[in-house]
């Protein structure tokens, strides 16, 4: 079985400053590793995804993440942020075997509040 | 890019009423639909799994006579709830996935409010 932490709930970040939201997965079997951002009323949209190569994975708006294996680590970043950047940010993993019939977990999700 | 249209985007219907959920692939073929709930401030909670033209996998504690789902087609997949009642009020959203597309596309959501 598999499952993911995200244990800030809530970060608080000045716009332009650079902002870095943690996920830990923990799975006995090899993992694809997935970024959703979620803004009010809406669905979740994919920001970046981790298959298989290169463990630095770039996304849309700016977002990147690194896959850690030795940490069990998948932790999101972009340099600079800004106030559109205000959502809820959920991590997700599921195993990757079986093509894509196996069910997503996610974590408890971080909202990301930016001020100005 | 892959696309799952989800409707309607909001419904309010009275206690003992049933109301359908409807989630399309537009631009793939989705052999794998997720129905997700979710409550205000929460992560999702995953209520079934479907495969086109099989029966739903219900997670544990989902009541599969309550919320029916249906995926006939490629392409269409149904949310029933059933009877509703005001503690089905929630958000709920369906991913599609393919075995060409491992994205999980996620439709943009259904608020239910029963009254």
Not at chain 1, 72 to 82: A, D, G, N, W
Not at chain 2, 100 to 113: D, I, K
Request: hydrophobic share 35%; glycine share 6%; net charge neutral.
């Amino acid at each position: 079985a598999q499952s993911v932490t995200q244990l800030d709930s809530q970060v608080p970040v000045f716009e332009e400053a650079p902002v870095e939201l943690r996920c830990n997965y923990s799975s006995s079997v090899s993992v694809y590793l997935f970024w959703y951002v979620q803004y009010p009323n809406q669905g979740l949209q994919l920001l970046l995804k981790y298959l298989s190569g290169s463990t630095l994975v770039k996304g849309i708006n700016g977002f990147e993440a690194e896959f850690n294996k030795s940490q069990t680590s998948f932790h999101l970043r972009k340099p600079s942020v800004h106030i559109s950047d205000t959502a809820e940010y959920f991590c997700a993993v599921t195993p990757n075997y079986g093509g894509a019939t196996n069910k997503l977990i996610f974590g408890t999700g971080t909202l990301l509040a930016v001020q100005p | 890019g892959a696309v799952v249209s989800q409707h309607p985007s909001w419904v309010i219907c009275k206690s003992g009423t049933s109301v359908k959920i409807e989630c399309r692939s537009l631009d793939f073929q989705a052999t794998t639909m997720f129905w997700y709930r979710q409550f205000p401030k929460q992560s999702l909670m995953l209520m079934a799994t479907s495969n086109e033209g099989s029966k739903a996998t219900y997670e544990q504690g989902v009541e599969k006579d309550k919320f029916l789902i249906n995926h006939a087609s490629l392409t269409l997949s149904t949310l029933t709830v059933t009877s509703a009642h005001p503690e089905d009020s929630s958000f709920y959203i369906c991913s599609a996935s393919g075995q060409a597309h491992l994205g999980y596309t996620f439709g943009s959501g259904t608020r239910l409010t029963v009254v």
